[in-house]
């Protein structure tokens, strides 16, 4: 998938040339002329474990504009719900920090403003930028990615493997699936079918008129699958906890998942690897990227100054990392994640994650969701590939329809 920079640099120049002269905060270096809102207030949701991480930048960003930021400590649960309902009352907040997913619901209801990154669009990672921009807009200033990879006990297979069947040669492979499946960690190896979810129109977004899942590699993928089911490689008993056991244990040599379970795993003592994932063809398997980052609400009072402060402050190589250590996600701005990719671990998935893809943000895709992962559960368990994905794809036809 693939973002017109240059459109999306130029769609706001009008109003970033006359409203806001952006420079960089880092190195001493003022931050953004907000003198029109002098003494004004930014109210920015955070997740709650992230206030500590941007309290610097507020302190900052306030010792150099004298306006006031009010980091609020929000359940991720409740933010995106009580943002959508408070926004159009003129009561939420400026700045609501999310997952790049929520683009198509927060768009649909109006309750977001566009942002102005300026040459600084150039400075994250091209997975982060395509995710933050939406019909060709740039929305969200990322600050994390976050993609699944695979995790290998070195001290039972040395090397990593060059292919799918190699990796199943050499031990267990384990996946989370579970009764209805788990459509987003077997994302990559439909992609290495090409057969990804949706095709992309002239802007790079996602087109939820062109849907790829009934395309010829679609239906090699479930075919793929329901070889994989009958081999025993693929089980829909393996839920999320039984894969985790069985890699800890070391029952399995390989185990697909994301960052959030590799501090168990060194908990555990196992002495960690992150390879590839391993294609089943000749083609890159590539996985969904999920990225975080801070929305600017469409009432906000103080549009200049959110966008001052998200760019100039949050969109630092210091707060970004400081960001990192509070949820060991790798940043989203290039510099800060080459800085942590000092780690093995972190490094490891940063290599992963330049093939993937965004997950899909746009309101078709909830549709997808709905049937996906029963039909893939279906196919490993023994239902015909081919009848079972026809239906699959004619469902969620009608339901985007």
């Not at 060059?162 to 009764?179: L, P, R």
């Not at 679609?218 to 999320?240: C, K, R, S």
């Not at 009072?301 to 190589?317: H, M, Q, R, S, W």
Request: proline share 5%; hydrophobic share 45%; net charge negative.
């Amino acid at each position: 998938m693939k973002v017109n920079k240059r459109g999306i640099v130029a769609a706001g120049a009008i109003a970033i040339v006359s409203t806001l002269t952006l420079a960089g905060c880092a190195g001493g270096t003022s931050g953004g002329d907000s003198s029109a809102e002098k003494g004004g207030k930014l109210v920015v949701w955070v997740d709650a474990e992230r206030v500590d991480a941007l309290q610097d930048a507020a302190d900052s960003y306030e010792d150099k504009t004298g306006v006031k930021v009010e980091l609020t400590g929000k359940s991720v649960d409740d933010m995106k719900d009580d943002f959508i309902q408070q926004v159009p009352t003129g009561k939420g907040p400026d700045i609501v920090m999310g997952a790049h997913d929520w683009l198509g619901e927060l768009s649909t209801n109006g309750v977001v403003a566009p942002l102005e990154l300026g040459d600084s669009s150039e400075d994250y990672l091209p997975v982060a930028l395509q995710a933050a921009t939406y019909d060709g807009t740039v929305y969200m200033l990322p600050y994390a990615v976050e993609n699944i990879a695979v995790l290998r006990n070195a001290d039972l297979v040395p090397e990593a493997p060059t292919s799918f069947d190699d990796m199943v040669s050499k031990g267990t492979f384990v996946v989370e699936q579970g009764a209805e499946g788990n459509p987003y960690h077997l994302y990559p190896f439909q992609t290495a079918f090409g057969a990804p979810v949706f095709g992309t129109d002239a802007s790079g977004s996602y087109d939820s008129a062109d849907l790829q899942l009934g395309s010829e590699g679609g239906f090699a993928f479930a075919d793929w699958l329901a070889a994989q089911g009958a081999a025993g490689t693929l089980n829909t008993d393996i839920d999320g906890e039984i894969a985790k056991q069985q890699f800890l244990d070391g029952t399995a040599a390989f185990w697909l998942t994301g960052p959030w379970n590799v501090g168990a795993a060194v908990d555990a003592g196992i002495n960690v690897a992150i390879d590839p994932i391993p294609s089943p063809t000749a083609e890159t398997a590539s996985p969904f990227a999920g990225v975080k980052g801070f929305f600017v609400s469409s009432e906000s009072k103080n549009k200049v100054a959110a966008n001052d402060f998200l760019v100039n402050y949050i969109g630092t190589e210091d707060v970004q990392l400081a960001l990192f250590k509070a949820g060991n996600i790798l940043p989203a701005l290039t510099a800060a994640a080459d800085s942590a990719a000092s780690d093995a671990i972190i490094a490891g998935f940063q290599a992963v994650g330049a093939d993937a893809v965004p997950m899909p943000a746009i309101p078709a895709m909830g549709s997808v969701w709905e049937f996906w992962g029963v039909a893939e559960a279906a196919v490993i368990k023994g239902q015909d590939p081919k009848s079972t994905w026809q239906k699959l794809v004619d469902d969620v036809t009608t339901a985007i329809k």
